[in-house]
């Protein structure tokens, strides 16, 4: 699996980075299998804190040791790449590699192979993620706190639309309505309701 090499033999031969790839506006790559960067366009090389693509490539020695802010992860990205000959949507933590500050990013990238089948480098794009990350994160603890608050309360909390379809039911349903909150769930409201107070 994989692309095929084109292009120079070097992989980091100027020529051999093309002007989409200078262009994209998220960061994109070439890097060996064993974590040296050959290549790096504009928006990656701001996105690791540096100037310009020569002062990161002379900077960054291993990116496996210099990157992830969780070694494992670039185990995990091999473990996948090897097995596939790609990864998608690989989200991680990472450091902007002059400034060391962290940043949250979604990787996708595949093998390219010469003529034998041999592995000539890694090609991929990185995308800086942090803020929806941050959003994501946020919503998680709210919804955490929202759970617990509700789950400990004696007075049955319920969530649903409009129309009265329970998405969330607490704790408390079964002391009131001897149901479990999760057979609430899927329910309309009105159904749980003496007909004559429906209105």
């Not at 064993?34 to 310009?52: C, D, F, K, P, S």
């Not at 995308?127 to 919503?139: G, I, K, M, N, R």
């Not at 909390?157 to 909150?181: D, F, K, M, N, W």
Request: charged letters at 25%; aromatic letters at 8%.
């Amino acid at each position: 699996t994989g692309a095929d090499a084109m292009g120079p033999q070097d992989p980091t031969h100027p020529s051999d980075f093309s002007t989409l790839f200078e262009l994209l506006p998220i960061g994109a790559y070439r890097s060996t299998a064993q974590g040296r960067q050959l290549r790096a366009n504009r928006a990656l090389v701001r996105m690791n804190g540096y100037a310009t693509e020569a002062e990161l490539l002379s900077s960054v020695k291993d990116i496996g040791t210099e990157w992830y802010v969780d070694p494992q992860r670039r185990r995990e990205f091999m473990a996948l790449i090897e097995r596939d000959g790609q990864v998608r949507n690989f989200l991680s933590e990472v450091y902007r590699h002059k400034t060391r500050e962290r940043i949250w990013v979604k990787e996708d990238a595949h093998v390219v192979r010469d003529a034998q089948g041999q592995v000539v480098y890694f090609e991929g794009t990185v995308e800086d993620v942090t803020a929806a990350h941050a959003a994501q994160a946020s919503l998680e603890q709210q919804e955490r706190w929202f759970r617990a608050l509700t789950d400990k309360a004696q007075v049955l909390t319920i969530v649903c639309s409009p129309e009265g379809a329970i998405v969330y039911a607490s704790q408390a349903a079964r002391t009131l309505l001897g149901h479990a909150p999760e057979a609430l769930q899927g329910s309309n409201l009105f159904d749980w309701m003496h007909p004559e107070d429906v209105d």
